[in-house]
């Protein structure tokens, strides 16, 4: 089972862990416009998938800008930020904030996509939404990056997952 901090203080994590090397799971999330996406497995794109907490929080609100920004930059990546927030605060935050260049999911429905990949918050006060991390899946369905940020409320190192995403594309 992996572990993050929250403010310092540790916090578990349940579900399945996905490491690089692994084949991704397929998972099925919730968009914007309530359609279910598919996450995981082979695609025809790589994928970079952002999972944060909440959209509701100035850490979680910067990430999914930043990406938004960088996702056309990538050629042939696929990115999908995915959060516990329902489909309709999602799609006020990407209407506000002009978020277009990428898609926000939602796992609300079943927790699948939290479970499968290992980044439910297990205890706490954040108990039951996700954790903070980032997966790039490879064409094939392979796990090639993982991010599991190490405190809950600091954001990701952006240019080490941008460049393995270009990295994947490229292959």
């Keep these: 089972m992996a572990t993050v901090t929250l403010k310092g203080n540790p916090v578990n994590l349940e579900g399945n862990e996905v490491n690089v090397g692994d084949k991704a799971p397929e998972a099925t999330v919730v968009t914007t416009d309530l359609a279910e996406k598919k996450v995981g497995g082979a695609q025809d794109k790589v994928q970079m998938i952002v999972v944060v907490p909440s959209l509701d929080t100035p850490v979680c609100a910067t990430e999914t800008r930043k990406f938004n920004e960088e996702a056309s930059n990538i050629e042939g990546v696929d990115v999908t930020v995915v959060s516990m927030d329902l489909p309709f605060a999602s799609k006020r935050f990407c209407s ?36 903070r991390a980032i997966f790039i899946i490879d064409k094939n369905g392979n796990v090639v990056y993982k991010q599991l940020v190490p405190e809950i409320t600091e954001e990701p190192n952006y240019q080490e997952a941008l460049e393995a995403a270009k990295k994947a594309a490229a292959a």
């Design 96 to 131: 506000t904030e002009g978020v277009e260049n990428l898609t926000v999911a939602s796992d609300y429905r079943n927790r699948d996509f939290g479970e499968k990949y290992g980044v439910v918050i297990a205890e706490g006060p954040l108990k039951g939404i996700l954790a």
